[in-house]
């Protein structure tokens, strides 16, 4: 490999970092074209990483590994697979936006946000590219720390609760793959951290180490996707997160939970993936039914969207439970979709707040009038999210229900109330919002800027594209998934 | 011209494109456009009917969209005799009420949003009949579903309007669950999603009985909710809050007959899954006599349309059910022209006397001539009267209902074309008849713009002839060129046409004798049948049982989820974990402070206690030293001695 792309991905956001600590207090506009230009690099690199990836192999690409510390076995190795370009992508995408969404709404300590805003993309994207257990384990904590200081100080609410509350829950978590790591590390022959090497060896782990070490995994990927009933670090941190951080975390950080489990859980523990199947398809059930069920009792408008996260993820897990090809596929699909559609929301809800000072559904009412524009694009993003067919969140629950079927019977058609459920609580929020008789109180409600417009047309083009043609997307995750699959039921 | 037929929906969905993102600003264009579009997709679906005509068999043209084990998904058209009946009907009656709704929307300040979300619908209408897969209809359905639920609530600042679209998709998509599961269970076991394979499968025996009769089950349940059929019929007379050109064309005469066509289409699965096709023909059967009894009384002129319709439709999935291929399709064809043109008259009488109540009006015969004549014709038509298209299409039902072994078919049958007869010429006779109830609107009311009143004359002169292709002694009719497998022949039965016409005959001298002449008094009647009346008028309680069986109780649910489960159980030990740990370092910080760091200070106390007392000695003063080391000496020296 000659050109090292990953590497560059990871670093130039950190480089990016170091330049705007550099400025001086008050040099407020050079640290938004900073942050603009390094996280717009990782995105141009991003686009040449999806046009080079080769999607009819599932082996490694882009690989870059070099010896860190070889008396623990210790490499410094990335690579990209299927599973990884498109986070990857996803990653770059939605660091870009948020950045250029927050030039409006964040007017103190613009320096410090920028920088804590590009050393979590630095964290995110080293989550997706590393290959060895100690520069995963590094970049998993990597991102709690600009997130914890993020959500803390420039939120809004009871911030700083929601911001130890993520931070405590995801620590509490990461303490059981630590440990998982350890176990895996000195159970191996010769000890290695190489995930690679571990995914190979893993047919000589015993059963009884499988199931256990898929459990502390389970329980550190579970807090992050988050499974029931670990969610309730969830709508705190997105409700009373800054819009470009609910972003993020929407987008991508929920994201790094349903990875680990595909990069990690499934093909070294495969015994575990198999024995808890069942129990992962039921609580994925719960996640979808009960998620779309608390989002309809939901009163302001970002909680009820970071619930339908709860219940959106769930068709991840449901998927992926199945271990068919065309469930994880679906899996991973539902993986890019939410990140575009809920990252999207997340946006809109921000543009609003940002004008009415308000997120309660009730305060509202005919804003199709007022504001056209933006009601249209919400409309349409909300419609994505409720899996409208011609939009990408249809083909990803279409693809779970369809890899799912076969395996669980009955789990799925229960799941497929959760499709009613959303479309009642989105139409809901539609009418309550948008349609009706005009509320004379926001009559100076302005529309949504030409900046904010550019921030979401890349995601509902992508949305669009993908929901219409979605093969290739399907394309090139298809060889890596065979593979995970191949890897697990053998 | 087949292989291009993909053109046919693609022009009007380039007039949304167009009018969205180009022309919003300017009406005139906007409709243009969209009448453009739809009239040449008009013309090219006479080219398609005329080589399917020529050439009747099945044509297929595909794209790979997905490919994945078990999902393979190949984009594509199937055009059969069916489809091209459909793509004709469609392309027909979209185009009328395109150009109708000119008139009826002038001045309107969304127009331009109108006529973009009428060519989104009829590219979805058109696509969803050109599907050749489960995935592709499936998508349109919802597309279908989707403008519906826009158009519904166009006027959305009503809130019974925006209320109206809502219930209609969420009561749809609640029979579309069915859909899903239905397609997951029959494309699992047949292992495609294509149409064709599938019924390959199917005719082969390849999937089990069991299974089969399941999956058509909920595969029906789509068409419930799409077609309006019991118990999810309750959305479609809400939807008439939508602008009317819309109930028209969607709620009357395209959108609602889509659950008969998906039945229609997948007919091979309910010929060979009997039960599923005896389900299938009560829930219709009951529907159609449900929905008739409701529309005896109303007095909406558009919601008695739309139990109409309703009780047309399970006419339609009745027959479908009693494997009536080409009867229900046929049926279907002739009951979009005369129904359209029932709603655009009604429209028509709307614009004019700003009232949907039919007792506001009166008389209206002599203000409005060419809309009287046509709705009365079409009456005629829906009624079944020799010679006009619905008498023909009617017979057909009847006559495959009477070839059932079980006669209820056959009597709920012609019962329900009686009171077809009855509740539409009530309509006829109070709203054209008679004296002006309210002489003011009265005065005001005109006859429409001629942009409304051609295609009435259109769709009047199709309701008359659009059912002479199937006159059963003819050769070349619709029965030989729309048939499953062997075209279906049935012997003309004299003795059922008389009997439906007399029934037909009386139901409408039963509503003169009512509504005109006055000697049967219609309060006498409602006074005496007081309990009955009130159960019909108020649609069998249907909204009210759902709210307080449904509704209410989900809302509760979510509720009490979110209060109690959620922030009261799940939050509540998270934070409790929390709460315990706080409490348990303060436990440990009092130990700390008191005992760990008391015994430390404890002893350090001590000692310093020692120390200071100890120092006390300590003075630096020789002369005292000196005492103590004399005294001290003295005392061994006593202690040596004793």
């Not at chain 1, 990871?10 to 330049?19: K, Q």
């Not at chain 1, 927050?102 to 993309?121: M, P």
């Not at chain 1, 199931?211 to 992050?224: E, G, T």
Request: neutral net charge; charged residues 10%.
């Amino acid at each position: 490999m000659d050109f090292p792309i990953l590497t560059l991905m990871i670093f130039i956001p950190f480089l990016g970092m170091i330049l705007i600590l550099l400025l001086k207090r008050e040099q407020e506009s050079a640290a938004r074209f900073l942050a603009a230009l390094f996280s717009f690099i990782p995105l141009v690199l991003s686009f040449i990483l999806l046009a080079r990836y080769d999607g009819s192999t599932s082996g490694l690409q882009f690989v870059e590994k070099y010896e860190w510390i070889p008396s623990l076995g210790i490499t410094y190795f990335l690579g990209a697979d299927g599973l990884s370009v498109p986070m990857l992508f996803l990653t770059a995408l939605l660091c870009f936006v948020s950045v250029i969404y927050s030039f409006g709404d964040i007017k103190e300590r613009v320096r410090q946000y920028f920088a804590f805003l590009l050393l979590l993309e630095v964290g995110m994207m080293g989550v997706f590219a590393a290959l060895d257990f100690f520069l995963f384990y590094i970049f998993w904590e990597i991102v709690l720390v600009p997130m914890y200081f993020l959500i803390g100080i420039w939120g809004h609410g009871r911030k700083e609760y929601s911001a130890i509350k993520f931070f405590l829950y995801t620590l509490f978590g990461s303490l059981f793959m630590l440990v998982g790591i350890l176990a895996l590390y000195f159970t191996v022959e010769p000890h290695t951290l190489n995930m690679m090497v571990l995914i190979e060896k893993a047919p000589e782990l015993a059963r009884g180490f499988q199931l256990l070490a898929f459990v502390a995994f389970y329980i550190a990927f579970a807090v992050k996707v988050p499974i029931f009933p670990f969610h309730t670090w969830l709508p705190d941190a997105h409700v009373d997160a800054p819009t470009a951080v609910s972003v993020i975390l929407a987008g991508i950080l929920l994201k790094m939970g349903t990875y680990g489990f595909l990069r990690i859980s499934y093909p070294m523990f495969p015994e575990g993936a198999i024995y808890f199947a069942l129990p992962i398809g039921i609580l994925a059930l719960i996640n979808i039914v009960y998620g779309a069920l608390v989002c309809m009792a939901q009163k302001d408008l970002k909680k009820m969207i970071a619930y339908s996260s709860v219940s959106h993820m769930g068709y991840c897990m449901l998927g992926m439970a199945a271990i068919t090809v065309t469930g994880i596929s679906g899996c991973v699909f539902q993986m890019v979709s939410h990140g575009l559609i809920t990252g999207a929301l997340f946006l809109l809800v921000g543009v609003l707040y940002e004008r009415a000072h308000t997120r309660e559904i009730s305060a509202f009412g005919g804003l199709w009038i007022k504001v056209p524009v933006y009601s249209g694009i919400m409309m349409l993003f909300c419609l994505g999210s409720l899996g409208l067919p011609g939009l990408s969140g249809f083909v990803s629950e279409f693809m779970v229900f369809v890899g799912a079927f076969p395996v669980f019977n009955v789990i799925v058609p229960l799941a497929v109330i959760g499709v009613v459920l959303t479309a009642a609580y989105f139409l809901r929020m539609i009418q309550a919002m948008f349609l009706g008789t005009f509320n004379t109180k926001w009559e100076g409600l302005t529309e949504i800027s030409g900046r904010e417009i550019f921030t979401v047309i890349p995601l509902a083009i992508l949305m669009v594209g993908i929901g219409v043609y979605p093969s290739p997307l399907t394309n090139m995750i298809k060889a890596t998934i065979e593979n995970i699959v191949h890897l697990v039921t053998g | 011209m087949l292989a291009n037929a993909w053109i046919i929906p693609l022009l009007p969905l380039i007039a949304f494109v167009a009018i969205v993102f180009f022309t919003n600003r300017n009406q005139k264009l906007s409709s243009l456009i969209s009448i453009g579009a739809v009239c040449l997709s008009f013309v090219i679906s006479l080219f398609v009917i005329a080589s399917v005509l020529k050439n009747p068999v099945a044509s297929e043209f595909e794209l790979t969209w997905v490919d994945l084990p078990g999902f393979k998904i190949k984009v594509g058209m199937l055009i059969d005799p069916l489809t091209a009946v459909m793509l004709f009907v469609v392309c027909t009656v979209s185009m009328l009420v395109h150009i109708y709704s000119v008139g009826y929307m002038a001045g309107d300040p969304r127009f331009s949003r109108f006529f973009s979300f009428l060519s989104l619908f009829t590219f979805s209408m058109l696509g969803l009949v050109i599907a050749n897969n489960f995935l592709e209809i499936f998508i349109f359905w919802e597309l279908v579903g989707l403008t519906s639920y826009l158009l519904i609530g166009f006027w959305f600042e009503k809130k019974i309007a925006s209320d109206a679209g809502k219930k209609a998709f969420i009561t749809t998509r609640t029979g579309d669950l069915g859909f899903i599961i239905g397609i997951l269970i029959l494309t699992t076991a047949a292992g495609t999603f294509n149409f064709k394979e599938m019924f390959h499968a199917v005719e082969a025996g390849h999937i089990p009985f069991g299974l089969l009769t399941v999956g058509a089950i909920f595969l029906f349940a789509g068409a419930v909710g799409k077609s309006a059929q019991f118990p999810l019929h309750v959305w479609l007379p809400d939807a008439m809050e939508g602008p009317t050109p819309v109930s028209a064309l969607i709620h009357a005469a395209t959108m609602v007959a889509a659950g008969v066509y998906l039945v229609a289409r997948t007919i091979t699965i309910y010929l060979a899954a009997e039960n599923a096709a005896l389900v299938v023909a009560i829930i219709g059967c009951f529907t159609a006599f449900l929905a008739a009894s409701i529309a005896l009384v109303q007095n909406d002129i558009k919601r008695v349309l739309a139990y109409s319709t309703i009780s047309q439709l399970g006419y339609m999935i009745m027959v479908l059910g009693l494997g009536g291929f080409t009867a229900g399709s046929f049926h279907l064809y002739t009951h979009a022209f005369f129904k359209a043109l029932l709603f655009l008259g009604a429209g028509s009488v709307i614009h004019a006397m700003h009232t949907n109540d039919i007792w506001d009006m009166g008389g209206l015969y002599r203000k409005m001539k060419i809309t009287a004549i046509t709705f009365i014709i079409a009456s005629l038509s829906i009624s079944g009267i020799f010679p006009l298209s619905g008498f023909w299409s009617k017979d057909e039902i009847l006559a495959v209902a009477s070839h059932y072994h079980n006669p209820i078919f056959l009597i709920v049958g012609v019962l329900v074309a009686g009171m077809t007869a009855f509740y539409m010429f009530r309509l006829c006779f109070v709203t054209f008849f008679g004296q002006p109830r309210d002489q003011e609107k009265f005065d005001h009311a005109h006859e429409s713009p001629k942009v409304m009143t051609i295609p009435l004359m259109i769709l009047a002169f199709l309701s008359i002839v659009a059912g002479w292709v199937g006159i059963p002694w003819l050769k070349h009719g619709y029965c030989s060129f729309v048939f499953h497998h062997e075209p279906h022949h049935v012997e003309p039965n004299f003795l059922l046409m008389i009997i439906s016409t007399l029934v037909a005959l009386s139901g409408i001298y039963l509503a003169y004798a009512m509504y005109y002449k006055g000697s049967i008094s219609p309060e006498k009647l409602k006074a005496k049948f007081a309990f009955p009346y009130k159960v019909l008028y108020n649609k069998y309680y249907f909204d009210e049982l759902y709210h307080a069986v449904i509704v209410n109780p989900l809302l509760k649910l979510c509720d009490f989820l979110f209060t109690k489960l959620d922030v009261g159980v799940v939050d509540w030990l998270v934070n409790g974990v929390g709460n315990f740990t706080v409490f348990l370092s303060d436990v440990k910080e009092w130990f700390d402070s008191r005992i760990v760091d008391g015994a430390v200070n404890g002893l350090a106390y001590v000692t310093k206690g020692i120390g200071s007392g100890l120092r006390r000695v300590q003075t630096g003063q020789l002369q005292n030293y000196a005492f103590v080391i004399f005294f001290g000496l003295v005392l061994i020296i006593l202690f040596k001695l004793s």
